[in-house]
């Protein structure tokens, strides 16, 4: 995950990355977005998410509170290897500010799954669900 992408800007509004190991991405999806240069995803309640191509060609697609767009496996893969990448450096899409004042990791009995929830500086928070081991 840290050699697909490198990040290149994290303000209030988005997040760029740039596709640094574009080999990695070829289990994905081949044809679309194999040749891509940078990633953007948007911060808040809802996300968009483009894959800026070579051609400078962008495909995009959405989800967050209001709502998502339908897409394939392919790119709900693409979607969860940015999101894991971004909270590997802590940075987190539902936030618009990353400076954390608590982190609290816990066992969630209905998902039975571990979880983390999040407070931001704002009073911001944020619950993601960790990988299954």
Do not use: C, P, Q
């Given at each position: 995950?840290?050699?697909?992408?490198?990040?290149?800007?994290?303000?209030?509004?988005?997040?760029?990355?740039?596709?640094?190991?574009?080999?990695?991405?070829?289990?994905?999806?081949?044809?679309?977005?194999?040749?891509?240069?940078?990633?953007?995803?948007?911060?808040?309640?809802?996300?968009?998410?483009?894959?800026?191509?070579d051609d400078m060609s962008i495909f995009s697609f959405s989800w967050g509170f209001n709502g998502h767009t339908v897409i394939s496996d392919k790119f709900e893969r693409l979607k969860k290897e940015v999101i894991e990448f971004l909270i590997s450096k802590e940075i987190f899409i539902n936030f618009t500010n990353d400076e954390i004042v608590k982190k609290t990791v816990y066992f969630d009995k209905c998902f039975n799954q571990w979880a983390c929830r999040i407070e931001n500086a704002k009073g911001q928070v944020c619950v993601y669900m960790l990988k299954k081991s």
């Open positions: 995950m840290d050699n697909m992408f490198e990040l290149v800007l994290a303000n209030e509004k988005e997040i760029v990355l740039k596709v640094i190991a574009k080999g990695n991405l070829e289990n994905l999806d081949k044809n679309s977005y194999l040749d891509a240069n940078y990633i953007t995803v948007t911060r808040g309640i809802d996300h968009v998410l483009e894959v800026i191509k």
